[in-house]
């Protein structure tokens, strides 16, 4: 973890931006680039969308030249605390995380001497060796509240008092219980990560290519 927060404070630092905004599943960025036009601007960055996706044809739902606006779907596999692990530590079939498939839409917009990125996470989903498909107990959010939090602690009490869980230890619900802020909060922290190393890794190439030299 700290590996990664150097890595993206030598990113921030190195990267002419404005401030990140969040509002539930979406978060978006403004960077800078000084002195390019937006044409220049618009087409370095589909060329770099085109190294960043093996299929970028596909990824790309829409590319407009003259209004420089760029729509791209894809899929991000986020890790999820599985607090089942928290409950049954010992057990060497379950893994600490679980990968999340998470279908986003990332819109970018291109001006004169900056762009704007915005990514949107739809909810979570998991499917299992057997292909059962099972979901995440909350949405895919980056500024959960207290009120969420509480709504996540009644939804994991519902869920323990089923029957299929009478044979669950009390000690072993109640850890499951109380788990639920700390996934929440490790989740939406991993939303924000991905969000950001993909915003500045796609920034950094763009910079890297408006420094290229002559060969």
């Known amino acids: ?29 403004v960077y800078e680039v000084p002195d390019v036009s937006a044409e220049a ?23 407009d030249k003259p209004s420089k606006r760029i729509v791209v779907k894809a899929l991000a596999l986020v890790p999820v605390l599985d607090a089942y692990k928290l409950m049954n530590p010992n057990v060497a079939e379950l893994s600490d995380y679980i990968d999340y498939s998470h279908n986003y839409t990332l819109i970018i917009k291109v001006k004169d001497g900056k762009y ?12 299992d060796a057997q292909l059962t498909e099972y979901k995440l107990p909350f949405a895919a ?9 509480e709504q996540v602690i009644k939804k994991a009490q519902i869920e323990m008092g089923k029957d299929y869980y009478s044979m669950t230890g009390r000690k072993k619900k109640e850890i499951y ?6 996934v929440l ?22 910079l890297e290519g408006f420094e290229e030299t002559d060969w």
């Open 1 to 29: 973890m700290k590996q990664l927060q150097i890595f993206l404070l030598s990113l921030f630092l190195s990267s002419g931006l404005f401030a990140q905004k969040i509002d539930g599943n979406s978060i978006e960025q």
């Open 41 to 63: 601007l618009f087409s370095e960055i589909h060329y770099v969308l085109s190294l960043i996706f093996q299929d970028v044809d596909v990824a790309i739902k829409y590319m």
């Open 116 to 127: 704007w990125l915005k990514m949107s996470y739809q909810d979570g989903k998991y499917s």
């Open 141 to 149: 959010k980056m500024d959960f509240d207290e009120t969420d939090l």
């Open 177 to 182: 219980i109380q788990s639920q802020p700390r």
């Open 185 to 206: 909060q490790e989740y939406q922290k991993t939303l924000i990560n991905y969000s950001t190393i993909f915003f500045h890794s796609l920034h950094k190439k763009v």
